[in-house]
């Protein structure tokens, strides 16, 4: 009866790969997001859906793109991979926008 | 534009002593505070959060905060410490409008570590 799902939870990739990240809650919340906590543990946000409409695009590179498919889940694909993009990716979800977030374990992406 | 600083990147306390752990915000708005923390190896969890109701705000496993207006802070307390209580935690302050609307802003985290 997880809340907010990720999957995988580890991700070990090559430079120039191109990989996704799933995430889906069960709380049947209308606001979902990505995070990005970096090696220093700073969290800061990259994007927010709310009904499948995206809402907060932060100043994220184009190689970063997200997708609704519906409500519940929001992924994250990720082109031509990085080593700056080794990172812990956070999905969280709200009832509605601006209320308490709830977020997932998080994908920890390591690239080689 | 919002920010949020924590005070203490390291808190350290014995167990049973007073847990404090300081945030002060930035806000154009009325702000939306929250504290969240962070067990090793795991996503955030909620502890509390203020939405203009109270101004002392109670959370789970004994945590409170209160909001004060006129310091710009919303500082983390606990009156005894638990062992279970290490670990970081963060603090975020909520936009209230414009084109980041309802995004978090959190500050750097703060370690807190229990000694026996």
């Known amino acids: 009866d997880t809340a907010v799902s990720q999957t995988p939870k580890y991700l070990v990739t090559q430079m120039g790969n191109d990989k996704s990240i799933k995430c889906e809650q069960n709380?049947?919340?209308?606001?979902m997001y990505w995070y990005k906590q970096d090696s220093k543990k700073f969290l800061k946000i990259m994007f927010s859906?709310?009904?499948?409409?995206?809402?907060i695009n932060e100043t994220v590179p184009n190689r970063f793109s997200p997708k609704s498919p519906d409500k519940a889940h929001l992924n994250l694909h990720i082109n031509s991979l990085e080593l700056g993009d080794s990172a812990v990716y956070f999905c969280?979800?709200?009832?509605?926008?601006?209320?308490?977030?709830?977020f997932g374990p998080g994908t920890r992406l390591t690239v080689l | 534009a919002q920010s949020v600083t924590q005070l203490g990147s390291h808190v350290s306390v014995s167990e049973g002593a007073l847990v404090l752990l300081r945030c002060n915000y930035s806000?154009?708005?009325?702000?939306?505070l929250f504290w969240y923390v962070q067990y090793p190896n795991q996503g955030l969890q909620l502890l509390l959060k203020?939405?203009?109701?109270?101004?002392l705000v109670k959370g789970i496993n004994g945590f409170e905060a209160e909001f004060k207006k006129s310091e710009t802070s919303f500082h983390l307390t606990k009156p005894s410490a638990h062992m279970s209580d290490a670990a970081e935690y963060f603090c975020?302050?909520?936009?209230?409008?414009?084109?980041?609307?309802?995004?978090?802003?959190f500050g750097q985290g703060t370690i807190l570590t229990v000694h026996p």
């Open positions: 806000s154009s708005v009325p702000p939306y």
């Open positions: 203020y939405t203009s109701a109270a101004t």
């Open positions: 709380l049947g919340h209308d606001t």
């Open positions: 859906y709310n009904n499948k409409e995206l809402i």
């Open positions: 975020a302050v909520s936009n209230a409008g414009g084109t980041s609307y309802g995004k978090l802003t």
């Open positions: 969280a979800s709200s009832p509605v926008v601006r209320d308490t977030q709830y």
